[in-house]
């Protein structure tokens, strides 16, 4: 009879577990509907308000933003459009199930670009604060001109203090720009082309008379002469949920998205203190106040500056500033060192409000269960290859399903010709109501995102795996106020490989290139040089399987005023 009652209760009790637990998943299923639909309803929304917004303006998209604006100039409904000039500031307000609000404001920032270029697009969205840091005044600030003593090289800091790091130098023969002091005139703030650094005033010799400068704060660095459009410079703060966020499908943080041809002049925005310079380039932004600034490439290229320090990131790469400061939200530091980026990190970001359609983006996080993608569409039938990586994110290029019904995803691989998963395993964002189904071990047509014989969103005649050229130099072709003579380049030999949807391609300086796709056949970098010391664009394109022509136009920090244009001629060994 004990042995009875025994067993009675522990079924009563495995009953009860079963039942809490049921309970407990059906409700998690029940939220994650319901984020799901309020993003769903939220991009959507934003997408009708804002879709005729022009250049210049700030529109509010979905329920929960709040501005702070000029006097007079509301933006308090879905729908209105505001000049963005008349913007000061912006505040969304995170998800909520029970009031249906996710904030979500769109930009169109021209960032000083011609009327007649693309412009970025922006949105703001979850919990968020977007305050503009432009300061028109800044570019008709008194300056003075600097010069060193003698032919050594003057330091030019961080700070107005010798306890501050490098930053650049002022060379001897070089001319620099003072457009500020310290309160005790001891320092002057130096302009020396697009960097900025203080300097001792017993180290230079200073044109003209140092009280006609404004005093600055003796730790302000920022080039805000170079951004004096509106919004062009803005300040970005995102406070971290308390506990569980309540979705993940509704995020927050700054999107940014631009497309533009080759030729182009790139957008450049300033946010927190970090440059941001790209072409074409679909990118994320979070700011955590006294921890650090994530910079998420999800497509494109796009370069990052801070401290006089300039970082390269692409397609699927991430990088962090250190911010800080008065207002917790400065940089402080150069950018770390890239890494991949997780997909955590851009669950929940609307990427479908941008007017450039992406790709579908698939992935896991460290808290998922363990998915294994397997030669074919099906458990049964076909081996695991891979586990996913949670710190990765994955391209998908079609679909099918297996014999029981379910639909499994077809990700891209450079590889294995043949990655597949579960759908219901996997977590995804972008434009996967695109995709189209595939045979079995056939490649997606991809609208000639993937041609035969190319690289990932390559074709043409780019080379499909590692390849060795050699290289032969034309005359380096001078341009513009040259005070430098013209620079000697030899023959040599480039290795050219594919990555994501551009080329690394790695010649005779120290660091490699990464060249972005901007059309068949055409490849392009814009920003630093590999060593540093100037800017540097490089315009690759194919003429044949075999052989490619690169223009490259090189401006040195040291000369300015003059562009250095070389044309290189290549024929793989």
Same mark, same amino acid.
């Given at each position: 009879?004990?042995?009875?009652?025994?067993?009675?209760?522990?079924?009563?009790? +495995?009953?009860?577990?079963?039942?809490?637990?049921?309970?407990?998943? $059906?409700?998690?299923?029940q939220?994650r509907?319901a984020? *799901?639909?309020l993003?769903?309803?939220?991009? %959507?929304?934003?997408? *009708?308000? +804002?879709?005729?917004?022009?250049?210049?303006?700030?529109?509010?998209?979905?329920?929960?933003?709040?501005?702070?604006?000029?006097?007079?100039?509301?933006l308090?409904?879905?729908?209105?459009i505001?000049?963005?000039?008349?913007?000061?500031?912006?505040?969304?307000?995170a998800?909520?199930?029970?009031?249906?609000?996710?904030? &979500?404001?769109?930009?169109?920032?021209?960032?000083?670009?011609?009327?007649?270029?693309?412009?970025?697009?922006?949105?703001?969205?979850?919990?968020?604060?977007?305050?503009?840091?432009?300061?028109?005044e800044a570019?008709?600030?008194?300056?003075?001109?600097?010069?060193?003593?003698?032919? !050594?090289? @003057?330091l030019?800091?961080?700070?107005?203090?010798?306890?501050?790091?490098?930053?650049? $130098?002022?060379?001897?023969?070089?001319?620099?720009?003072?457009?500020?002091?310290?309160?005790?005139?001891?320092?002057?703030?130096?302009?020396l082309?697009?960097?900025?650094?203080?300097?001792?005033? /017993?180290?230079?010799?200073?044109?003209?008379?140092?009280?006609? !400068?404004?005093i600055?704060?003796?730790?302000?660095i920022?080039?805000?002469?170079?951004?004096?459009?509106?919004?062009?410079?803005?300040?970005?703060?995102?406070?971290?949920?308390?506990?569980?966020?309540?979705?993940?499908?509704?995020?927050s943080?700054?999107?940014?998205?631009?497309?533009?041809?080759?030729?182009d002049?790139p957008?450049?925005?300033?946010? /927190?203190?970090?440059?941001?310079?790209?072409?074409?380039?679909?990118?994320?932004?979070?700011?955590?106040?006294?921890?650090?600034?994530?910079?998420?490439?999800?497509?494109?290229v796009v370069?990052?500056?801070?401290?006089?320090?300039?970082?390269?990131?692409?397609?699927?790469?991430?990088?962090?500033?250190?911010?800080?400061?008065?207002?917790?939200?400065t940089? #402080?530091?150069?950018?770390?060192?890239?890494?991949r980026?997780?997909?955590?990190?851009?669950?929940g970001?609307? #990427?479908?409000?941008?007017?450039?359609?992406l790709?579908?983006?698939?992935?896991?996080?460290? /808290?998922?269960p363990?998915v294994a993608?397997?030669?074919?569409?099906?458990?049964?039938?076909?081996?695991?290859?891979?586990?996913m990586?949670?710190?990765?994110?994955? @391209?998908?290029?079609?679909?099918?399903?297996?014999?029981?019904?379910?639909?499994?995803?077809?990700l891209?691989?450079e590889? *294995?010709?043949?990655?597949?998963?579960?759908?219901? %395993?996997?977590?995804?964002i972008g434009?996967?109501?695109?995709?189209?189904?595939v045979?079995?071990?056939?490649?997606?047509s991809g609208?000639?995102?993937?041609?035969?014989?190319?690289i990932?969103?390559g074709?043409?005649?780019?080379?499909?795996t590692?390849?060795?050229?050699?290289?032969?130099?034309g005359?380096?072709?001078?341009?513009?106020?040259?005070?430098l003579?013209?620079?000697?380049?030899?023959?040599?030999?480039?290795? &050219?490989?594919?990555?994501?949807?551009?080329?690394?391609?790695?010649?005779q300086?120290?660091?490699?290139?990464? #060249?972005?796709?901007?059309r068949?056949?055409?490849?392009?970098?814009?920003? *630093?040089?590999?060593?540093?010391?100037?800017?540097?664009?490089?315009?690759?394109?194919?003429?044949?399987?075999?052989?490619?022509?690169?223009?490259?136009?090189?401006?040195?920090?040291?000369?300015?005023?003059?562009?250095?244009?070389?044309?290189?001629?290549a024929?793989m060994r």
């Amino acid at each position: 009879m004990r042995r009875v009652l025994v067993l009675v209760l522990c079924m009563v009790l +495995c009953g009860a577990l079963l039942t809490s637990h049921f309970a407990a998943w $059906r409700a998690h299923a029940q939220e994650r509907s319901a984020c *799901r639909a309020l993003a769903e309803e939220g991009i %959507a929304a934003a997408a *009708r308000a +804002c879709g005729t917004a022009g250049a210049n303006t700030a529109c509010y998209g979905h329920t929960g933003v709040v501005a702070s604006s000029a006097e007079g100039v509301a933006l308090n409904n879905v729908g209105q459009i505001v000049p963005l000039s008349q913007i000061k500031g912006l505040t969304t307000q995170a998800a909520d199930l029970t009031s249906g609000a996710w904030g &979500i404001a769109v930009l169109n920032i021209q960032a000083g670009l011609p009327e007649s270029a693309a412009g970025v697009r922006a949105a703001l969205f979850g919990d968020s604060v977007l305050t503009s840091a432009v300061r028109p005044e800044a570019a008709t600030l008194k300056t003075l001109p600097v010069r060193t003593f003698d032919d !050594l090289p @003057v330091l030019l800091r961080a700070g107005a203090s010798k306890n501050f790091p490098q930053i650049t $130098r002022l060379l001897f023969n070089q001319e620099g720009t003072a457009d500020g002091r310290n309160k005790q005139n001891t320092w002057v703030r130096v302009r020396l082309g697009e960097l900025v650094g203080w300097a001792s005033v /017993n180290q230079i010799r200073l044109d003209g008379d140092i009280n006609s !400068l404004p005093i600055r704060d003796d730790r302000d660095i920022l080039p805000d002469f170079l951004y004096t459009a509106p919004m062009q410079a803005m300040t970005l703060s995102n406070v971290p949920p308390r506990g569980k966020p309540a979705c993940t499908e509704t995020a927050s943080g700054l999107l940014l998205q631009r497309s533009a041809a080759a030729g182009d002049v790139p957008a450049r925005l300033m946010v /927190n203190g970090v440059e941001l310079s790209f072409l074409s380039a679909t990118l994320a932004l979070r700011a955590t106040p006294n921890d650090n600034l994530d910079v998420m490439a999800i497509e494109g290229v796009v370069t990052v500056r801070s401290f006089g320090t300039e970082a390269t990131i692409a397609d699927g790469e991430m990088l962090q500033v250190r911010i800080g400061g008065a207002d917790g939200l400065t940089a #402080l530091a150069a950018p770390k060192e890239k890494t991949r980026l997780p997909f955590a990190a851009v669950e929940g970001v609307p #990427l479908t409000l941008m007017p450039k359609t992406l790709s579908c983006l698939a992935g896991v996080t460290r /808290n998922d269960p363990r998915v294994a993608a397997r030669s074919g569409p099906s458990e049964k039938d076909f081996t695991s290859l891979f586990f996913m990586n949670p710190a990765q994110i994955y @391209v998908v290029e079609g679909w099918n399903t297996d014999a029981d019904g379910n639909r499994w995803w077809k990700l891209r691989n450079e590889s *294995r010709a043949e990655n597949w998963v579960p759908q219901k %395993a996997v977590r995804t964002i972008g434009a996967c109501d695109k995709v189209e189904q595939v045979e079995v071990g056939m490649r997606a047509s991809g609208g000639g995102n993937e041609a035969a014989g190319g690289i990932p969103g390559g074709g043409g005649f780019a080379p499909s795996t590692r390849t060795i050229w050699n290289a032969e130099v034309g005359t380096d072709q001078l341009i513009g106020n040259c005070k430098l003579g013209a620079l000697n380049y030899c023959a040599h030999m480039v290795a &050219i490989a594919p990555s994501g949807n551009g080329l690394i391609y790695r010649g005779q300086e120290i660091a490699p290139y990464y #060249l972005t796709r901007v059309r068949e056949n055409v490849y392009v970098y814009e920003g *630093r040089n590999g060593m540093n010391n100037g800017r540097i664009s490089l315009v690759l394109t194919f003429t044949s399987p075999t052989t490619y022509t690169l223009t490259q136009t090189l401006i040195l920090d040291a000369d300015p005023e003059c562009q250095h244009v070389n044309v290189v001629n290549a024929t793989m060994r």
